[in-house]
């Protein structure tokens, strides 16, 4: 299938490789020419903008670290919505439902269908092609693409309200981050008393205590200090900054996402939106002074 690709980023790059490894054709854009120049290395044609791969292919996929940056990409000037040729926007970033939503709409006007796909799982599943993909949108589309959706990942249709892929996202995120926060104060509370943390993270894997972040997070970068996981503090603190809101719009005054949320934004502020998401024990650990 031809496949334009725009974001090629830590989650952009594996997923728009798979895809030409799988046969697709791509044609991609990035602002990073770098980003670009690696994609072409391996087969894929160059686009100089948005708008110029919507002039050249039906099917455009979008991984972009920002609600603006998709929004502009879809429907900005110089955005896909100016295409004469695309069909349909595919969009694998994190924007919430109602920029979601809003980008669906503003979309339809030029009849181009939005079909919302994020995706969890990091740059490693991104790599192995073992995302969880949450599509919603109309099923005759998704039914077109869902060859390619297979390429990322394991795929699940949510529905076809639009956005609700985003809630679904939401929900999976708002966990992500509850584990990591959750797990770091679990640890540092027996680092204080004198616990080995390496012991710890083996005992909570092996006990009722197992989570991702024990799982995955603790011993591929928080243990070995390296803070290297590959998800910016600055996206994560985005996602549990949608999922509250994603809450409070629904009328739901939730006690565990507000109290997360708080801790995100400490995060963010002491470690700075650059920083691995790992890097979320170091306030934590500062303010119990060990
Ligand atoms: P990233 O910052 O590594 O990559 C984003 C890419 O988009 C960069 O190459 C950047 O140059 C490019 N870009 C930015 N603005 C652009 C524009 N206007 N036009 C074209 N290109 C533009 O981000 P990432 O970690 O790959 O995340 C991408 C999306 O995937 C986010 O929505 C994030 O929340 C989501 N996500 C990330 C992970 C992860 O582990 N990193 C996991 C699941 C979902």
């Known amino acids: 299938m031809e496949i334009g690709f725009i974001g090629l980023g830590k989650m952009g790059f594996p997923m728009a490789r798979r895809l030409i490894e ?86 339809a006007i030029k009849n181009i269908v939005q079909i ?59 966990l992500s981050a509850t584990a990591m926060v959750a797990t770091s104060e679990a640890v540092v509370m027996g680092v204080k008393s004198g616990l080995d943390p390496a012991v710890m993270i083996d005992v909570i894997n092996a006990g009722s205590g197992l989570n991702t972040a024990s799982r995955d997070k603790f011993p591929r970068s928080v243990l070995p200090r390296s803070f290297d996981f590959g998800f910016a503090t600055g996206l994560m603190v985005k996602d549990v900054r949608l999922a509250v809101e994603e809450m409070r719009a629904l009328g739901l005054s939730m006690e565990v996402a507000e109290a997360v949320g708080r801790l995100w934004e400490v995060v963010i502020r002491d470690e700075g939106p650059e920083s691995d998401f790992t890097a979320a024990i170091k306030p934590i650990e500062k303010a119990a002074g060990v």
Request: charged content about 20%.
């Open 116 to 174: 919302d796909s994020p995706v969890s799982g990091g740059v490693s599943g991104a790599e192995k092609g073992t995302l969880a993909v949450m599509v919603s949108g109309p099923r005759a589309d998704f039914e077109l693409v869902k060859s390619a959706l297979d390429v990322i990942g394991k795929v699940f249709f949510i529905g076809t309200k639009p956005g609700s892929g985003q809630t679904m996202k939401l929900a999976n995120n708002f």
């Open 22 to 107: 799988a046969g697709h054709k791509l044609t991609v854009f990035d602002t990073s020419k770098d980003a670009r120049d690696r994609l072409v290395a391996l087969g894929a044609a160059a686009a100089s903008s948005p708008k110029d791969i919507a002039d050249r292919v039906e099917t455009v996929m979008a991984s972009l670290p920002s609600l603006q940056a998709s929004l502009e990409v879809a429907t900005g000037p110089g955005g896909v919505i100016e295409g004469t040729r695309v069909r349909r926007f595919i969009d694998l970033s994190t924007v919430g439902s109602r920029m979601a939503v809003k980008i669906n709409d503003l979309l």
